[in-house]
Nanobody, 129 residues
Framework: QVQLVESGGGLVQAGGSLRLSCAAS????????MGWFRQAPGKEREFVAR????????SYTDSVKGRFTISRDNAKNTVYLQMNSLIPDDTAVYYC??????????????????????WGQGTQVSVSS
């Protein structure tokens, strides 16, 4: 089992910044990839960013490239999402998630919510104009 706890959400004005944290516990994350997803009211859960725990390779959805940065701290078993230049369209509940690397794992599968076995409770991010 992997337990994930998000924190750092809040209410900010457009152009502001937030830093989300996701603390993981339960087992080593060396064979996992970590992702951030978001879900706005009435919309599907959307992939935002991911990072592989062992290599630290990252990718982002196009709408956040250049504004968001995903990173991890191995010693703390924590993944972060630094969000800069926030816009109202970023408003959503943000979830961190963990998926186990196996033979079927590809760059594409790491963007799909169904490939992530473990999820945090979510943290609300609200951006006002």
């Amino acid at each position: 089992q992997v337990q994930l706890v998000e924190s750092g959400g809040g209410l900010v004005q457009a152009g502001g910044s937030l830093r989300l944290s996701c603390a993981a516990s339960g087992r080593t994350l060396g064979a996992y990839y970590m992702g951030w997803f978001r879900q706005a009211p009435g919309k599907e859960r959307e992939f935002v960013a991911r990072i592989t725990w062992n290599t630290g390779t990252t990718s982002y959805t196009d709408s956040v490239k250049g504004r968001f940065t995903i990173s991890r701290d191995n010693a703390k078993n924590t993944v972060y999402l630094q969000m800069n230049s926030l816009i109202p369209d970023d408003t959503a509940v943000y979830y961190c998630a963990a998926g186990r690397i196996d033979a079927s794992t590809t760059l594409m599968t790491m963007t799909r919510a169904e490939k992530y076995a473990y999820w945090g409770q979510g943290t609300q991010v609200s951006v006002s104009s």
